[in-house]
């Protein structure tokens, strides 16, 4: 069966990005990605994966799948093509520096175009200015893998027999494995045996958690700009981490 979603006044590429973005992950051949069936300007056709609830051994087998994908590694930071992150316009031209591909292409536009919109005191970009001069300090240098880009838990879908796939594919491209796993703590947490065993797949330790309110303050501002003001005490208190 087929699940179509529809939207109307999006972007022309809006959905093409959906659709190469799930084809790089179904490449990947890590987690489940549905079937895209059809894609057009307006919309796209996807494989209905139904809704189910997962056991504790298929949240860790897609720990284990997960790390699979974040071992496709990339040279550069970035994607074949922009993408989208919700809404929002995601610029992923390559780059060989991931701080400064993180602070170029995600925290600076979205810093700037909350100022812009008065959702965001002048004072608070220019902390994030700073503390993009200064990500090294904040985020460890590691190679460039391949993210799903938006993996908050609800994009961690739990398919009609309970195995978990990735679902809205439109933020995918090559970044810190960190970043995926930051995400999955900003709006729900999986259960901790999921990390656990992501940990122990990927032979990765524990530590990516010192730089998840880092690498979710790029989510924040884009929520901030996407749904208003009530997301501005949360990227304070990001901030204020500092």
Excluded at 44 to 63: F, K, M, Y
Excluded at 132 to 156: I, S
Aim: charged residues 20%.
């Amino acid at each position: 069966m087929a699940f179509v979603k529809v939207r109307h006044g999006v972007p022309a590429d809006f959905f093409a990005a959906e659709a190469r973005g799930l084809r790089a992950l179904t490449t990947a051949a890590a987690l489940r990605v549905p079937q895209v069936f059809a894609v057009g300007a307006s919309g796209i056709a996807l494989e209905d994966l139904g809704h189910g609830r997962p056991s504790l051994a298929q949240w860790q087998h897609a720990a284990r799948a997960l790390a699979r994908l974040h071992a496709q590694r990339a040279t550069r930071f970035g994607f074949e093509s922009d993408g989208y992150c919700g809404d929002t316009p995601q610029d992923n031209r390559w780059l060989g520096d991931g701080h400064a591909f993180f602070a170029e292409r995600r925290l600076l536009p979205q810093a700037r175009r909350a100022r812009d919109a008065g959702r965001l005191a002048p004072a608070h970009v220019a902390r994030i200015e700073h503390l993009c001069v200064n990500l090294a300090a904040h985020v460890p240098a590691r190679p460039p893998v391949l993210l799903h880009g938006d993996l908050w838990l609800g994009n961690l879908h739990a398919c009609a027999d309970g195995e978990l796939a990735l679902i809205d594919g439109g933020a995918v491209h090559y970044g810190w494995a960190a970043a995926d796993l930051a995400m999955l703590t900003l709006f729900g947490e999986p259960p901790p045996a999921f990390f656990a065993a992501y940990e122990a797949e990927a032979g990765a330790e524990a530590r990516w958690r010192e730089s998840a309110w880092v690498l979710n303050l790029y989510h924040l501002l884009n929520h901030l700009n996407l749904f208003g003001s009530r997301y501005a005490a949360a990227v304070r208190h990001a901030l204020n981490t500092l």
